[in-house]
């Protein structure tokens, strides 16, 4: 288990130029959590694309990012955030990795 957790850690630490830092990129999940949550509560408000637009670029602007950037760090951590070293991917039981 510490071996796995270590690896974790070492290959999330290696992020290539033009990802977002670890850090970097929860802050900017969460607000688009938030983003996603305030679309869902007003619907009315929020019908339209453009306001959508509006809204996931002001948090792009908040974390001065680009869409391109965000995006392309999402595809990274979803590719590589639960890869182990021997490519396979650990299997969440009961909140624990097995």
Same mark, same amino acid.
């Given at each position: $288990?510490? %071996? %796995?957790?270590?690896? +974790? %850690?070492?290959?999330? #630490?290696? /992020?290539? &130029?033009?990802?977002? #830092?670890?850090?970097?990129?929860?802050? /900017? !999940? $969460? &607000?688009? +959590? !938030?983003?996603?949550?305030? /679309?869902?509560? @007003?619907?009315?408000? *929020?019908?339209? &694309?453009?306001?959508? +637009?509006? !809204?996931?670029?002001? /948090?792009?602007?908040?974390? &001065? =990012?680009?869409?391109?950037?965000? @995006? #392309?760090?999402?595809?990274? *951590?979803?590719?590589? %955030?639960?890869?182990?070293?021997?490519?396979?991917?650990? =299997? +969440? =039981?009961?909140?624990? =990795?097995?």
């Amino acid at each position: $288990m510490a %071996l %796995l957790a270590t690896t +974790l %850690l070492a290959a999330c #630490s290696k /992020v290539p &130029d033009g990802i977002l #830092s670890e850090k970097k990129m929860q802050g /900017v !999940l $969460m &607000d688009m +959590l !938030l983003a996603e949550a305030m /679309v869902n509560v @007003d619907y009315n408000t *929020y019908k339209s &694309d453009t306001m959508k +637009l509006a !809204l996931y670029e002001s /948090v792009f602007r908040k974390h &001065d =990012i680009t869409q391109a950037v965000y @995006d #392309s760090s999402l595809v990274w *951590y979803g590719r590589n %955030l639960w890869r182990s070293t021997t490519g396979s991917w650990p =299997i +969440l =039981i009961n909140g624990s =990795i097995t």
